[in-house]
């Protein structure tokens, strides 16, 4: 509009609103993918925050850029440069002095250049030895006098960023005085803080009187104490930098440059500062090189900075129990990575909120998981690949256009879903078409309104899944393509077939029976041991429990039983090569099932000759089927046998 103006520039107010948001469904199916290849559950939660969505802007780039700023601070220079500094000025000012008493006949002169003469090497007793000199020389006696000043100033000047003017002149025993008095108050505040009194008066008091001296305006004393934690525990760090000698030669010369009784309350103060906050880094040294020789601020302030960046890192490692992104402090990414990082920051802050907002994961004790509602997607994407398969190659006997639709019509109706077969509910769909769109002719059909006709089987079926959990699954590339199978037949068992009762049992050393969450999460059993007895055993509670329901049985696996549970004290035997005992507790689990009347298929994985003899074996005794999949076909192959077999030969 006419009249109207418009200006133009950077924006300054957080992350980029132009930038595209993170689409939490693909981070989701991104984790599911790897958790389907057969990764870790837990490592592709915490490898999505540290590679970041799209891989951009994750923890691991961040880490590596404070990794880098850390180098490159190890590498700012010489950290005695505030004594090589007071070295070179007390030589200076020696040759002055020496230059002028050169000029001079009296015997005071000539008693003058003994004192020179005789004093000690070191530079902090020589200073302080020469505290009491009556100087000859203007120009000697100003260079000596820039000694104390110089280092006086950088000093106070770490500690308290306000006291820039004032400590350089703190020589003035007026300004030495101010500046003792804020200490003397600083420390009475602290003491009366570290006794959990109410502070709150005190301090606003406290800021009336030496606010000038604190540019960063602390709301309170808790901010108070870190801002000046935090620099004294990297002048501590500073001095445990230092050799032996080193240090001893800097204490001395801070020593003399404060005086008595600056040194006191300063000493005071970093007492009160180490017990009020213990958790700071205050004991290790660090091992700074460079060439350029730094002051005492500038070598402080590098050891500042690498403490900060250390506990950066620390966060962004994240590998803490409860370890969350909260746990990051923007203030200081930004601080010290720059806004851009921070922004980085926020956004995958954000994500993980979204994330479980939305309900895709939830945090226990350990860390992000997978939610419910995050599995269903995860299994229902397994069993979309499991049907893509089949429907893809040639159907021969594993027919599925009947597949969940034959039985008695229930009279409900569900919203259609991936791979439903059943017939559509025409009335309901067409409701729900002309709820969303309106009464409009002729009605508009969307995805989202199909609803199916729900049926009920008069006969459902018991099914137990028995897959290895051994390391050989894993190092043979097999772990990913089994959690796959085992995810997609649950799913389909849940959402087609919710009157049938699968139960998946786990066994390495040992078998175990794995709820939807824990097989998603399931990690491989680095015992050795491949006992095929447990597992089957448990499979045959499962059965029992069902006693109504036609029993079916699927073992996955890649070796042959090397392990079984003892009689007397239900431990778990393992020898290689395998024992009659254990082949034997073996069949008596698998005779049991046959005589239940249960379908028992085996799926072999690999070409183990001991492994096919065995397989082959249970199968012509249980009369049940045996099958060689190639990896890619697992899934097919299992879910296929699982319809095939829940109809029955009853």
């Known amino acids: 509009m006419a009249g109207n103006r418009f200006r133009y520039g950077q924006w300054r107010g957080g992350p980029d609103p132009l930038a595209p948001p993170y689409d939490v469904r693909a981070a989701v199916d991104a984790v599911g993918a790897e958790v389907l290849a057969g990764g870790s559950l837990r490592d592709a939660l915490r490898d999505l925050l ?25 590498r700012r220079g010489d950290l005695d440069g505030a004594v090589t500094r007071s070295r070179a000025l007390l030589d200076q000012a020696l040759a002055a002095e020496r230059d002028e008493l050169r000029g001079r006949a009296d015997d005071d002169a000539r008693f003058a250049e003994a004192v020179l003469d005789n004093l000690p090497r070191s530079t902090a007793r020589a200073v302080q030895e020469l505290s009491g000199y009556e100087w000859a020389s203007d120009e000697a006696r100003q260079t000596y006098q820039r ?87 990297a002048g501590e760090r500073l001095m445990r930098s230092l050799s032996d000698r080193q240090r001893e030669e800097l204490a001395g010369l801070m020593r003399q440059s404060l005086g008595d009784r600056l040194a006191g309350e ?10 009020l906050r213990p958790d700071l880094n205050w004991q290790r040294g660090e091992r700074v090189r460079g060439d350029q020789p730094l002051g ?17 890192l620390d966060s962004l490692d994240q590998e803490h129990p409860g370890a969350t992104l909260d746990d990051v402090d923007v ?63 040639p159907r021969g006997q594993h027919d599925l256009r009947s597949a969940g639709a034959a039985g008695e019509v229930s009279g409900a109706s569900r919203p259609w879903e991936y791979g439903d077969e059943q017939p559509l509910d025409v009335v309901r769909t067409l409701t729900r078409a002309v709820r969303r769109a309106g009464p409009t002719v002729p009605v508009q059909l969307d995805v989202s309104d199909f609803e199916v006709v729900e049926t009920e089987r008069r006969a459902s079926a018991a099914v137990a899944l028995c897959v290895d959990l051994s390391y050989s699954m894993i190092s043979q590339g097999r772990w990913g393509p089994m959690k796959q199978t085992a995810l997609a037949l649950s799913h389909l068992v849940a959402t087609r077939f919710p009157q049938d009762a699968l139960e998946i049992v786990g066994f390495g050393r040992e078998a175990l029976t794995l709820t939807q969450q824990e097989l998603a999460a399931v990690e491989p059993d680095m015992q050795q041991g491949t006992n095929l007895q447990h597992a089957l055993r448990l499979a045959g509670r499962h059965l029992r429990r069902h006693p109504g329901a036609e029993p079916v049985v699927l073992v996955v696996t890649d070796g042959e039983p090397t392990a079984h549970l003892d009689p ?40 183990d000759p001991g492994l096919r003899r065995f397989v082959d074996a249970v199968a012509r005794r249980s009369k049940g089927r045996m099958f060689t999949p190639d990896l890619d076909d697992l899934g097919e192959y299992v879910v296929s046998d699982y319809l095939r077999a829940r109809r029955g030969r009853r």
């Open 568 to 607: 007397e004290d239900g431990e778990a035997l393992f020898h290689w090569p395998p024992l009659p005992e254990t082949i034997e507790a073996t069949i008596r689990e698998v005779d049991k099932l046959t005589r239940y009347g249960a379908t028992l298929n085996l799926f072999m994985l690999g070409d």
């Open 331 to 393: 203030e200081a990414v930004a601080r010290t990575l720059g806004r851009d990082a921070a922004d980085d920051v926020r956004r995958l802050r954000e994500l993980e909120r979204e994330l479980r907002r939305q309900g895709w994961v939830s945090r226990d004790a350990e860390g992000l998981t997978l939610s419910p509602k995050a599995l269903r997607r995860l299994a229902g994407t397994a069993l979309r690949r499991v049907f893509a398969d089949l429907t893809a190659g």
């Open 147 to 233: 000694i104390l000043d110089g280092l006086r100033g950088e000093v106070l000047e770490q500690r308290f960023a306000g006291l820039r003017d004032a400590a350089r002149a703190a020589g003035d025993p007026a300004v030495q005085r101010q500046l003792a008095e804020m200490m003397r108050d600083l420390n009475d505040l602290l003491a009366r803080h570290a006794r959990s009194e109410d502070t709150t008066d005190a301090f606003a008091e406290f800021m009336r009187r030496h606010g000038e001296f604190f540019p960063e305006q602390p709301k309170d004393v808790d901010e108070l104490v870190d801002v000046l934690a935090r620099r004294a525990a």
């Open 266 to 275: 300063l000493s005071a103060l970093d007492g009160h500062l180490r017990a």
């Open 296 to 312: 005492y601020g500038e070598a402080a302030g590098a050891l500042d900075e690498i403490g900060e960046l250390d506990d950066l």
């Open 50 to 74: 540290r590679r970041g969505p799209q891989g951009r802007g994750g923890l691991d780039d961040l880490a590596a850029r404070a990794r880098r700023l850390r180098r490159e601070a190890l």
